[in-house]
């Protein structure tokens, strides 16, 4: 059975920083390529970013985190990681990682001050 857990999200000031990750169990991670998701309130799921299988030497990034955003992952650890720099109020969401149309219960992330 697949399983997804997130973690990481929390309260955080404009211009900082949160790292998320995603405990992956249930199905060879190394072999799938990775995605994570958000959704803000009031609007539709949107894609943030996405690592290739393997040693993940390919990542895709949504227009609205490229330069700011970096996906990672760990094979050994089977954990995707996702690290958010200069936090914006409108990166206010809660984010998902997914695979094999499976979805974690998501973290919340809030950039306020």
């Known amino acids: 059975q697949v399983r997804l857990v997130e973690s990481g999200g929390g309260l955080v000031q404009p211009g900082g920083s949160l790292k998320l990750s995603c405990a992956a169990s249930?199905?060879?991670?190394?072999?799938?390529?990775m995605r994570w998701y958000r959704r803000a309130p009031g609007k539709e799921r949107e894609l943030v970013a996405q690592i290739s299988n393997f040693g993940g030497r390919t990542t895709t990034y949504g227009d609205s985190v490229k330069g700011r955003y970096t996906i990672s992952r760990d094979n050994d650890k089977n954990t995707l990681y996702l690290q958010m720099n200069s936090l914006k109020p409108e990166d206010t969401a809660v984010y998902y990682c997914?695979?094999?149309?499976?979805w974690g219960q998501g973290t919340q992330v809030t950039v306020s001050s």
């Open positions: 997914n695979v094999l149309n499976t």
């Open positions: 249930g199905f060879t991670f190394s072999t799938y390529t």
